[in-house]
């Protein structure tokens, strides 16, 4: 864990001071513990070489780069203790002490270290698994604030506590895991509170725990939609979505989740809630008269964008899609000098969502719905020369889609071949008409020549005109679909959405001994680039010896893909290491990013300094540090990556 002590310019107080000392006594207590193991560990030979004097310098080595001052960026100094605390396992009686210290401050929800239980949450969708040692289940936003309160003083005496947030557990990039403490906000924290249809549209208020479809269900009364959803919508939460700041199809038009996102009741590391929502410069100076954590935050993160709104530009994403790192320059819509002219506003809702529960804990939400548009057409595009792929993609953005999605031929034979996947997601006659339109497009309209990928492109408003879809449908042709067709059959539409949400389970059914892997599947290039970038995409994975099916959000250059690995063999952390690499030097050649939507994670906060500069990252570092300065909210992730890759794989498939 990543703990960190901050030292203002002016602080030279007694309590510094005295905090100061304590860091370095702690310090000194693990570098020790540190050189006893070495000891332990080393030949009788070798250990008569490591003389008293030597284990003091040892000590006095650690405890230096444990003190040290590194040059901030943000005008606060932040002591970074990672290094030395990755040597030093989970303190066994700080979580004994857990559940006693909980149950006395008030704590009413579950407290459990059941090892099934605890099996349980050591893994989620990602390629990884830890164990954590105990799990929480609050029962309210008070058992919330009560087990941050708790966690907060504890960490003074046991480091290596921390709380991580977890919801549904769908997540790819390994962010709700822990070997510490699981706070579990899904199983009770799952009430909806109210819609609003008012005058600015509607608005949807609900807990963390919620499951997207429940809330799609019920928004349809309204004719809405929240139109960032996840193509995970039917088994992801709205809570977790947030936290990771999730997207789907039609974000090409509609952005992130954070988009939609009205305000966030979040607990902050002092224990208390905050509502948090934008706000003017007149609301920002009134908030931060009071003396509470929330009004501190504000003034500390307003005064390190000032300082370096330059350099937060410059690291800004090229890419419209992006989740990696803090989205400092979210935060004003504007510069801080028209925020302070009452021309922009300030909004820190675009830090916490995509935070992955580092920052705070969000125990409310309200999320603006957009209308359902129902005048959609669909142009269905097979590519069948890669080359053009993206010269079709970039033409069909210029007819302002709503989405442009795609899968690659590998997904659509896998569909053919195994037709009764389908059975379960299609009623009655249904089914039959989508499997006929499945074989008739293969067998009749591509001549059994299945294309390198297929576009969907989804067209509305002014495209519902005949003449208008025309147009579409004549200039994408030109531009290299030359079998682009507006799609008129509903069981043809069917078919082709079945198939594209369908390619990651899909992919499963290649090699059943092994795994579809989720740690390359969230790059994202500019779609000018996608032709090139993909081409090079296959030469890796043939290089790599691996196969993978291939979907994603074609609007946005956002590809998935799922390598089939065998977790069980050796050799396959280091083969994951190297096939990062290769794989993200590629997006980054191409002038895009290693994460478009799943989040950092342990899959990628180890290669953010692919993407960002190091004084770039040091912003990170001091948003982290500014709402969480003593790292109780789900170390290692975002900043400070304290999971190795490799030691925490999953070893089953």
Known sequence: MATKLKINDATKSKKATATKVSKKRVAKKVAKRSVKKVAKTTSPGSRAKHTTGQAKK???????????????????????R???????????????????????????????????????????????????QIILQPKSGKDVETAVRVLSAETKRFPSLSLTPRAAGTGLSGGSLTDSIVIDVAKHLASIHEIVDGAN??????????????????????????????????????????????????????????????????????????????????????????????????????????????????????????????????????????????????????????SQGTIGIITKLTMRAQPVAHDTELIAIPVFNLADAGNVVVEALKHDPINVEVFDGLSFDLAMKNPEFF?????????????????????????????????????????????????????????????????????????????RRASYTLSKFQDETKRPAAFLEDMTVPPENLSKFFAEVKKLLKKFNVTA?????????????????????QGVGDMVEKMSEAFFDTAVKYGG?????????????????????????????????????????????????????????RRTN
Request: aromatic share 10%; glycine share 8%; proline share 5%.
């Open 549 to 569: 099916a291939v979907h994603g959000h074609g609007g946005n250059g956002h590809f998935h893909f799922y390598p089939l690995l065998d977790f069980t063999k």
């Open 82 to 132: 990672s290094e030395l605390l990755k040597q030093h396992k989970p303190q066994p009686l700080g979580h004994l002490l857990v559940e006693q210290k909980l149950r006395e401050a008030g704590f009413r929800g579950e407290v459990s270290s059941d090892p099934a239980l605890l099996n349980e949450y050591s893994t989620d969708e990602s390629i990884f698994a830890v164990r954590p």
């Open 423 to 499: 059975k379960d997601r299609l009623d009655g006659m249904q089914y039959y008409k989508v499997l006929l339109a499945m074989y008739t497009l293969y067998h009749v309209r591509w001549r059994r020549h299945t294309p390198e990928f297929t576009l969907l492109v989804t067209l509305d408003g002014k495209h519902a005109e005949k003449a208008a879809l025309k147009d579409a449908v004549a200039a994408i042709k030109a531009a290299g679909g030359a079998r682009a067709r507006h799609i008129t059959s509903p069981s043809e539409r069917e078919m082709f959405w079945q198939v």
């Open 201 to 354: 549209g509607v608005t949807f208020t609900c807990e963390p725990g919620v499951m997207w479809r429940d809330m799609e269900r019920e928004l349809k009364r309204y004719d809405a939609y929240i139109p960032s959803y996840p193509a995970s919508k039917d088994i992801c939460s709205i809570g977790g979505s947030i936290g990771n700041n999730a997207a789907g199809p039609d974000s090409l038009r509609y952005g992130h989740c954070a988009d939609w996102v009205a305000s966030l009741e979040v607990v902050l590391s002092d224990g208390h809630t905050y509502t948090i929502q934008p706000m003017s410069y007149k609301e920002y100076k009134a908030l931060t008269k009071r003396d509470d954590a929330y009004a501190r935050i504000l003034k500390e993160v307003v005064a390190l964008i000032e300082k370096n709104e330059a350099l937060i530009q410059k690291a800004k994403p090229k890419t419209k899609k992006n989740t990696a790192g803090y989205a400092l320059w979210h935060c004003i819509n504007g510069t801080v000098a028209d925020f302070k002219k009452g021309k922009a506003e300030l909004d820190l809702t675009r830090l916490v969502a995509g």
């Open 593 to 649: 990013n290693i994460c478009g939507e799943h989040n950092d994670g342990i899959a990628r906060t180890p290669y953010l300094n692919k993407m960002f500069s190091k004084k770039e990252l040091s912003l990170f570092a001091a948003v982290e540090h500014i709402f969480d300065p003593d790292d109780i909210f789900n170390p290692g992730k975002k900043v400070n990556p304290r999971f190795d890759i490799k030691d925490t794989l």
């Open 58 to 80: 040892t000590v006095k080595r650690l405890v230096k780069r444990v003190v040290k001052k590194p040059k901030a960026t943000s005008g606060v100094t932040v002591v970074d």
